[in-house]
């Protein structure tokens, strides 16, 4: 735990290299998981660059009662502690509740707040409580000036371990609108945290139908204008076979077309991070 500790550190604190946070949506089985945290893992060997597995044990924001949440905490964590074991990647992982925050970090090295949650206190103190680093997920609600006030809320803890990412805002109904400029500004906050771009989650179209949708084309679009703008690192939901994800179906990216994407966004951090 401790090597995984120090290594997740480096990762995420080296501005001179990109992280990927990437990863099935919500855990569908203990199988699947393990296919899809083996061939990122590879990929990551393969292109050189530095992973961080995501999957979730609940999905709690669904949009009908009757989708597909997830195995549960216990069950959860249990198949991503084997994610751990078998391939030594550090873990992120959504919590929903405050009593969560201290079962999760027992495994989980990075504890996600949804970003329908980012402003519940005692939720956002909790994480910060684990001493393990945060995710904050900015509210599609927030300008990204608000995110000082989360960011302090975990500070307030004694812990700075934060990393901040944008997800797209509200534009209108059932749309989403990403804008460039909340990335330098959060950066800017409180001593530069890391910013992360969610690729997947932007592209969505949320409401309108039972099931969350999306433009999926649009990713590789958003993505590559988030890295020429200097994001420290990339989100990004992988499936297999997204036609028939239990969660997100419209907006996880395939699996097998993810590695040219991800070698130009690769070589276009290389390009922004050497002009700045």
């Known amino acids: 735990m401790q090597k995984n500790k120090h290594n997740l550190e480096q990762l995420i604190k080296d501005r001179d290299q990109i992280f990927f946070i990437l990863g099935p949506c919500v855990i569908e089985s203990r199988d699947h998981i393990l296919f899809m945290a083996e061939k990122l893992k590879n990929l990551a060997e393969e292109l050189d660059f530095p992973l961080i597995f995501k999957s979730s044990f609940d999905k709690a924001n669904r949009t009908s009662i009757k989708s597909y949440r997830g195995p549960g905490l216990e069950k959860g964590l249990r198949i991503l502690e084997t994610v751990k074991e078998k391939f030594d990647l550090p873990l992120l992982t959504d919590i929903h509740k405050p009593d969560q925050a201290a079962v999760a970090a027992e495994v989980i090295d990075i504890l996600q707040i949804p970003a329908f949650l980012c402003r519940q206190t005692d939720l956002v103190v909790a994480a910060g409580e684990t001493g393990r680093f945060i995710n904050v997920k900015k509210g599609q609600?927030?300008?990204?000036?608000?995110?000082?006030?989360?960011?302090?809320?975990?500070?307030?803890?004694?812990n700075h371990n934060i990393i901040l990412t944008e997800r797209g805002h509200k534009f209108g109904y059932n749309n989403l609108v990403f804008d460039l400029r909340s990335?330098?500004?959060?950066?800017?906050?409180?001593?530069?945290?890391?910013?992360?771009?969610?690729?997947?989650?932007?592209?969505?179209?949320?409401?309108?139908?039972?099931?969350?949708?999306?433009?999926?084309?649009?990713?590789?679009?958003?993505?590559?204008?988030?890295?020429?703008?200097?994001?420290?690192?990339?989100?990004?939901?992988?499936?297999?076979?997204?036609?028939?994800?239990?969660?997100?179906?419209?907006?996880?990216?395939?699996?097998?077309?993810?590695?040219?994407?991800?070698?130009?966004?690769?070589?276009?951090?290389?390009?922004?991070?050497?002009?700045?």
Not at 141 to 158: M, N
Not at 226 to 244: L, Q, T, Y
């Open 141 to 158: 609600f927030l300008d990204p000036e608000d995110v000082e006030h989360i960011a302090k809320k975990i500070e307030s803890t004694g």
């Open 183 to 276: 990335i330098p500004i959060m950066q800017n906050i409180n001593g530069h945290y890391p910013v992360v771009f969610d690729a997947t989650h932007s592209a969505q179209m949320p409401g309108g139908s039972k099931t969350t949708g999306g433009c999926r084309e649009y990713i590789p679009h958003l993505s590559r204008a988030a890295v020429a703008a200097g994001c420290d690192g990339v989100f990004m939901e992988i499936h297999d076979n997204p036609k028939s994800a239990k969660s997100d179906s419209a907006t996880q990216y395939p699996l097998s077309k993810v590695k040219p994407l991800l070698k130009q966004l690769i070589q276009i951090s290389q390009i922004s991070r050497s002009t700045n």
